[in-house]
């Protein structure tokens, strides 16, 4: 599984070209499809793990409700690079996850709108993150907060009692493991590269929510010491520099981290809370309680506060092209409604009034205070990826930190001050060309 946000920068730049050369901008219905709640609609997944078992009963219940809707699933393990790809035709299924190539200004061109955003917002949480001009163009299949998985017997057995408050405390504890555990301190997924992105999503840790819109794209310096980037991504570099991730890179596999720990030979990784039953499942498949799964906060405090940013995760959207948009739109809002899809996967429900997934005891018992970013300002929803554009730097993909890491262990040349400067000069140019 992946999951928001991921992207690489070839499809990050190719999104704002190609694929858009091959969009006509609408869809024309075929025997009043649009209308009738009918058809057979294909709904593209990122979740190749279930979409043969979980995803089938969730067809077999909406073709009860909807007995005039055929739906057939198709799992893509490359969903962004695919997509990416697929997107210059009109042959992308008719409902699809919205990927991060696509532009805020782009939304239009390729996806039919949900609604008004302010009226969408009434019954569903994230309303304003997948939006344009006013207009909401997908739902999210659930909600995410942001922190670390990690091991609690490993890090138990390093004699670690208390949570980390800063990175440099974080840092300590990945050395205690290091010297008093066989357990591999931290987990980069380097090979995978989507898992490095992750980090992006955790900038609410810094307990503001209108962080986005007053530093980043807004500021010459992200990689500064000072500023979000260069705060967890200068812990990415000290933790490979100083030798606490696993040993060769290039050889990771995110299916196999889960079994390394969920038994305790990975002790920590980076990651939305979707994962946290994935590595709790892969615990239990090996004989090992639920309970040996943790979920801590990102390793920084505001005022002697942890905070987590809270957003939607992939947006079930519906392809302007569809003949079938009353079928699409059905299974999108059953998805959201019927299916427990969010909380059976320990996420935050996608409906406002939608229950509290069980899995965040551990946020609740360290005063964790949740940060839902506040949206881009109108009119400059898309300034931030015009700025990464113009950069060429994948803010929310995996290429930049992958050459961070290889800088890191010594696989490239530079250091971690020359890199941040490289990409400060970069951003600053960017952001001078985008005005």
């Not at 499809?33 to 979740?47: E, F, N, P, S, Y």
Request: hydrophobic letters at 35%.
């Amino acid at each position: 599984m992946v999951t928001k946000k991921f992207l690489t920068a070839g499809a990050l730049i190719g999104a704002g070209t190609l694929a858009l050369a091959g969009c006509s901008g609408g869809g024309q219905a075929a025997d009043g499809g649009d209308d009738a709640v009918a058809g057979t609609i294909t709904v593209l997944t990122q979740r190749t793990d279930i979409v043969d078992t979980v995803f089938q009963d969730y067809k077999a219940a909406f073709e009860e409700e909807y007995p005039d809707v055929t739906v057939e699933f198709e799992a893509i393990t490359d969903y962004e690079g695919e997509i990416a790809v697929r997107m210059n035709t009109e042959d992308y299924g008719d409902v699809l996850l919205i990927p991060n190539s696509v532009n805020p200004d782009q939304l239009g061109d390729f996806f039919e709108p949900i609604g008004d955003t302010d009226e969408v917002a009434k019954t569903y949480r994230f309303a304003s993150e997948e939006a344009y001009d006013g207009k909401t163009y997908g739902i999210a299949i659930t909600g995410n907060t942001n922190g670390l998985v990690y091991n609690k017997n490993v890090w138990e057995e390093a004699g670690i009692t208390d949570l980390p408050t800063t990175p440099e405390e974080f840092l300590d504890d990945l050395k205690a493991i290091g010297e008093k555990t066989d357990a591999i301190p931290y987990y980069t997924n380097y090979a995978d590269g989507w898992p490095l992105s992750q980090s992006d999503s955790n900038r609410g840790a810094l307990g503001d929510p209108d962080y986005s819109n007053t530093h980043v794209a807004y500021s010459d310096t992200p990689w500064a010491e000072d500023e979000w980037h260069g705060i967890v991504d200068g812990l990415l570099y000290d933790i490979v520099e100083n030798g606490l991730n696993e040993e060769d890179p290039l050889t990771t596999n995110w299916e196999e981290s889960k079994n390394l720990l969920g038994t305790g030979k990975v002790a920590t990784m980076l990651l939305g809370s979707w994962a946290i039953t994935q590595m709790q499942d892969a615990a239990e498949a090996a004989g090992e309680s639920r309970d040996v799964i943790g979920y801590m906060p990102f390793p920084y405090q505001v005022d002697g506060t942890f905070h987590a940013q809270v957003g939607g995760d992939y947006k079930n959207a519906i392809n302007v092209h569809s003949e079938h948009k009353a079928a699409a739109r059905a299974w999108i809002e059953w998805f959201a409604k019927e299916s427990n899809y969010a909380f059976d996967n320990g996420g935050l429900s996608p409906l406002v009034d939608g229950p509290t997934p069980t899995t965040l005891g551990d946020f609740e018992e360290a005063g964790v205070e949740y940060v839902e970013m506040t949206p881009a300002k109108t009119g400059e929803e898309s300034y931030e990826a015009d700025v990464i554009s113009k950069a060429e730097i994948d803010l929310y993909g995996p290429v930049y930190r992958q050459k961070l890491v290889d800088i890191a262990r010594g696989a490239a040349d530079g250091d971690k001050a020359s890199y941040f400067a490289e990409l400060n000069e970069r951003w600053a140019a960017a952001r001078a060309e985008v005005g």
